[in-house]
């Protein structure tokens, strides 16, 4: 589709999702990636005949895969598998017991139960609460651009009120009185390399995330993920280009026009996502002597979540760029917020939709997508 033309910076699973959604609404998608190989933080490295994940191995809210292969008429099995595994994951203690996290409510409550049966309630009011961050920072804000200072301060009310000034060992302590239930439910945001002590309760949402969904790995490793997208791209015919750094984003009147890659090479481009690191697109990629009087202001890139992030919900939606006013046109979308993000109708049925049929889904039984 001639005048249509979308770069994505970077291929790491973000900017790989990007170009899935893209190709599925017509763009023509060439993908540049500095590195060797795709990936970013979920690339592989090999040694002594094993294949390593660099990053990412949890693999949560399956269903995110699986939206994107749905767009472009794919079945994700076809491409990759996922083992659900349980439990999801065994903490052990210092002074040799055990608990398993697991999706099972009775399971949990048996374990608590075992190890400090006054934290049964407890428990309960925290994943009720957990259960409610989620409903907010997941379901209705996960894949909202926060470019704007007005989004932000739209969220507070209800962050206020779940308490997300608190942080996730500090919530918890409120309800649990055990120190080693406590780690138990409070070292989740070490896996993105937070520290309980300090990172936002907001973060207890994953704990409602897991129990929902349930826990995953990619047999082969999660580069099989980042293999299978790669070879979803090809088969669209977009062009993945490897050791292509970029090096600026143009930008007239507000718009991106081209890309600029470290060879010298300007490639015109009508929308240009960037999932680089933010801080990075916005510090080096774009020169505001471009355009001074708007560049600094426009709403000129939004890139991916920041590193420590968890990956799925960067699969969800690309934040939009805003386009060239020539090339407005060229997309069905008439208020233009669709042109590269939140697209849930075009994924088939819309959040709220989905959420009916993942409450049928629970009722059948955890962990099961
Ligand atoms: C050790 C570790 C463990 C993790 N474990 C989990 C986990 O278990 N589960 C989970 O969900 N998440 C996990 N995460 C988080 C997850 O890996 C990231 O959220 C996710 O991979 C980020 O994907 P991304 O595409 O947004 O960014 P990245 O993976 O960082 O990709 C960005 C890409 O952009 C490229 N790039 C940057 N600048 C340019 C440029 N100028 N030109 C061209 N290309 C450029 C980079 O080379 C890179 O390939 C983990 C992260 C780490 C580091």
Redesign the pocket.
């Known amino acids: 589709m001639s005048g249509n033309r979308a770069a994505v910076?970077?291929?790491?699973?973000?900017?790989l999702a990007a170009a899935v959604r893209l190709r599925a609404r017509g763009y023509d998608v060439t993908v540049?990636?500095?590195?060797d190989q795709?990936?970013?933080?979920?690339?592989v490295f090999r040694r002594d005949g094993f294949t390593f994940d660099?990053?990412?191995?949890?693999?949560?809210a399956p269903y995110l895969l699986d939206e994107l292969f749905a767009l472009v008429g794919r079945d994700a099995r076809d491409y990759f598998e996922l083992v659900p595994v349980d439990p999801f994951y065994r903490i052990l203690f210092h002074d040799g017991g055990s608990f398993d996290f697991v999706g099972d409510e009775d399971r949990l409550i048996a374990q608590i139960a075992a190890i400090s049966p006054r934290d049964v309630d407890g428990y309960r009011t925290l994943a009720r609460k957990a259960r409610a961050i989620f409903d907010v920072g997941y379901t209705k804000l996960a894949d909202q651009p926060f470019d704007r200072f007005s989004t932000m301060l739209g969220a507070v009310p209800s962050m206020i009120k779940l308490e997300s000034y608190r942080s996730v060992y500090g919530l918890v302590a409120r309800h649990i009185r055990d120190e080693r239930l406590r780690q138990v439910f409070t070292f989740e945001p070490l896996?993105?390399?937070g520290n309980p002590f300090r990172t936002s309760s907001i973060y207890l949402l994953i704990h409602w995330l897991e129990r929902r969904w349930g826990v995953y790995f990619a047999r082969g490793g999660t580069g099989a993920i980042v293999q299978a997208l790669t070879t979803l791209l090809a088969e669209l015919d977009v062009e993945v280009k490897l050791n292509?750094?970029?090096?600026r984003i143009g930008v007239t009147r507000g718009a991106v026009t081209s890309i600029e890659s470290s060879d010298g090479t300007r490639s015109a481009a009508d929308v240009v996502v960037a999932?680089?690191?933010p801080s990075?697109v916005y510090r080096d990629?774009i020169d505001e002597r471009d355009d001074p009087e708007e560049a600094g202001a426009a709403q000129a890139v939004v890139a991916?979540?920041p590193?420590?992030?968890?990956?799925?919900p960067?699969l969800r939606d690309p934040r939009r760029l805003r386009q060239h006013p020539a090339h407005e046109h060229a997309n069905d979308d008439p208020d233009g917020s669709a042109a590269l993000g939140r697209v849930p109708e075009a994924c088939g049925e819309r959040h709220d939709e989905r959420e009916k049929r993942d409450d049928v889904g629970a009722s059948r039984g955890a962990n099961v997508d």
């Open positions: 910076i970077g291929a790491g699973l973000g900017g540049h990636e500095a590195l795709a990936g970013g933080r979920a690339r660099a990053g990412p191995t949890v693999i949560t896996l993105v390399g292509a750094p970029v090096e999932n680089a690191d990075v990629l991916a979540e590193q420590q992030n968890r990956a799925l960067l």
